[in-house]
Nanobody, 127 residues
Framework: QVQLVESGGGLVQAGGSLRLSCAAS????????VGWFRQTPGKEREFVSA????????YYADSVKGRFTISRDNAKNTVYLQMNSLKPEDTAVYYC????????????????????WGQGTQVTVSL
């Protein structure tokens, strides 16, 4: 079992920054990767970014490239999502998630591949 706890959400003005944290614990947590997703009411969870624990390979949705940066601290089993130049359309509940096993680059973007989820943290970007 894997446990994930997000923190760092809040209210920020457009153009501002926030850093989200995802603390991971549990069996084999460091073997694979952690993904960030976001969700707004009535919509499916949307892939934001992911990072592999071992080699630090990173992946981003086109909508956040150049503005968001994902990183990890293996010693702390924590993944961070630095969000800069925030826009009102970034408003959502942000979740971190972990897969049960290795994921290929074709399917790491799908929320269906992640059985382990945190409780979510609200990010609100105002005009």
């Amino acid at each position: 079992q894997v446990q994930l706890v997000e923190s760092g959400g809040g209210l920020v003005q457009a153009g501002g920054s926030l850093r989200l944290s995802c603390a991971a614990s549990g069996r084999t947590v460091s073997n694979y990767l952690v993904g960030w997703f976001r969700q707004t009411p009535g919509k499916e969870r949307e892939f934001v970014s992911a990072i592999t624990w071992n080699r630090g390979f990173v992946y981003y949705a086109d909508s956040v490239k150049g503005r968001f940066t994902i990183s990890r601290d293996n010693a702390k089993n924590t993944v961070y999502l630095q969000m800069n130049s925030l826009k009102p359309e970034d408003t959502a509940v942000y979740y971190c998630a972990a897969p049960r096993g290795p994921l290929g680059t074709d399917n790491l973007y799908s929320a269906d591949e992640y059985p382990y989820w945190g409780q979510g943290t609200q990010v609100t970007v105002s005009l």
